[in-house]
């Protein structure tokens, strides 16, 4: 009697053959809009509506229609900016770091986080153009010579090092997100009965065949960027800690918030993944192939990134403690008892204490458990930067330019807005593009047992499929043990 007794649970469950992968991916491409998807795709409309005029108000009025005041310079906008940066930071750990490793698990997941992070820094891009009150202007501070004088960019400054950072943090991952997509649009493709979509999705596919070749080029251009994209995850977060940690600032002068920004920003960004996968594996009836043991590895991670976070907030306590500075001190009493208090302790719970939660086993491989604290993850993760950003800033050295910070509608309606043009682009791409990646999925998809575990190969990539080997039924099968 043989007996197979798997490592973990298996990645892709149902005896998926590769022609059902194809037909499971490519199926909600090639359908109609169903009501779901255009109700959800008209509340995604409405608030990008507010987004629009919430950003007429801004530019046609300036900036002075946002809640800032004379102490709290920074406030709603530089918390959205980071916490929209912070959530596309799990895209570029999960298809970067992960392939690396060697992380089969990946492969159902990876290009909807790469999607995400796209959507998400385009979200966070918002945020400093329209800081600028003319962004018609913003040549300006772009470092060459010019009429106006001698204006230069100040390449000392964090500020500027977010430019090159992000924007490169964006290119590298728009790039590794359509490499990744090229095979599955020649599938699409080559299965499309319309003209305008074979035409559409012929271009897309830039003429792949899927031959030796073609796979040797794409693996390779995909190994050259995960390794571009690697020292990503940890410099674009670094940098935009920065911002803040070269101050002198009481609660921001502190080494601590390179590695305390990007631990936060790995655990907001799977928390957000988390959401959206949820929602797309029921939605498109993926069960299959985003599985339970999907969603308690990513439960693992975000716990792990959590614990890291709460340990910084403890070491921020001890240090001003240690420092026996009486203004570092001040500022982190102040977070925990001054007037923003119940900001300060909605980012306690739902940052430390509810992802412990993720030990119990029954919780991390629960949908529903699972679905609520991803959503409570993100909310305190804003209420983080809520708390560094307001709470740091409201009270300084004197007492006389004491401050409280209230946001205006005008500050609501650009955050509420820019949730509406992330999940309006999260919806358009998960109607017309593959959501899952077929071609990596099929190369760990187990599918003849008869003679042992076999797996498909990648170069499936278009076309129909190859001819598959079928179990027979007269065979003995063996038997799986249980975890």
């Not at 997509?181 to 009965?193: K, Q, S, Y």
Request: hydrophobic share 50%; proline share 6%; net charge positive.
């Amino acid at each position: 009697m043989q007996h197979v007794s798997p490592v973990r649970l298996p990645l892709i469950t149902g005896g998926k053959t590769l022609h059902d992968v194809t037909e499971d991916v490519a199926r909600h491409v090639e359908a109609r809009p169903n009501r779901r998807w255009l109700a959800a795709l008209g509340g995604a409309l409405l608030l990008l509506g507010i987004f629009f005029y919430s950003v007429y108000r801004t530019l046609w009025y300036g900036i002075g229609e946002w809640g800032l005041n004379k102490t709290v310079g920074w406030a709603w906008d530089i918390t959205n900016f980071v916490w929209w940066v912070g959530i596309g930071h799990a895209g570029t750990l999960i298809s970067a770091v992960l392939l690396l490793f060697r992380q089969k698990w990946r492969s159902s997941i990876n290009r909807a986080a790469e999607a995400m992070t796209i959507f998400a820094v385009i979200c966070a891009a918002m945020y400093p153009v329209l800081h600028l009150g003319r962004p018609w202007l913003m040549f300006w501070v772009f470092p060459f010579q010019n009429p106006f004088g001698s204006l230069w960019a100040n390449f000392n400054s964090p500020l500027l090092w977010d430019v090159f950072a992000i924007s490169t943090y964006f290119s590298v991952s728009l790039v590794f997100w359509y490499t990744g997509l090229v095979p599955d649009f020649a599938t699409i493709r080559d299965r499309a009965t319309g003209p305008i979509a074979r035409r559409a999705y012929a271009l897309l596919s830039f003429g792949w065949k899927g031959g030796a070749k073609h796979w040797s080029r794409y693996e390779t251009v995909s190994l050259i960027l995960a390794g571009v994209s690697t020292p990503l995850v940890l410099s674009v977060h670094t940098i935009v800690s920065m911002d803040f940690a070269t101050s002198v600032v009481p609660g921001w002068h502190t080494t601590i918030f390179p590695p305390y920004f990007v631990a936060g920003a790995i655990f907001s960004g799977f928390a957000m993944v988390l959401t959206l996968m949820l929602i797309t594996r029921v939605v498109f009836k993926l069960e299959d192939y985003i599985t339970l043991e999907h969603i308690a590895l990513m439960n693992k991670i975000m716990m792990i990134t959590g614990s890291i976070v709460g340990v910084a907030y403890i070491t921020e306590f001890f240090i001003a403690w240690y420092s026996q500075v009486e203004f570092e001190q001040y500022a982190f009493i102040n977070r925990a008892t001054g007037p923003y208090w119940w900001a300060y302790w909605a980012m306690m719970t739902c940052n430390v204490i509810s992802p412990q939660l993720v030990w119990i086993r029954r919780v991390r491989y629960s949908i529903p458990a699972t679905f609520i604290l991803s959503i409570i993850v993100n909310i305190g993760m804003w209420f983080e930067r809520f708390v560094i950003i307001v709470t740091s800033l409201h009270r300084d050295y004197i007492p006389s330019s004491w401050a409280m910070f209230s946001p205006s509608w005008i500050d609501i309606g650009i955050y509420v807005g820019t949730l509406g043009l992330f999940f309006t682009l999260f919806l358009l791409f998960a109607k017309f593009f593959p959501v899952i990646n077929m071609a990596e999925v099929k190369t760990i998809l187990k599918y003849g047992v008869d003679n042992g575990p076999t797996y498909g190969g990648p170069n499936h990539g278009a076309g129909a499929a190859p001819a598959q080997r079928q179990p027979d039924p007269a065979a003995p099968q063996p038997r799986v043990l249980a975890r």
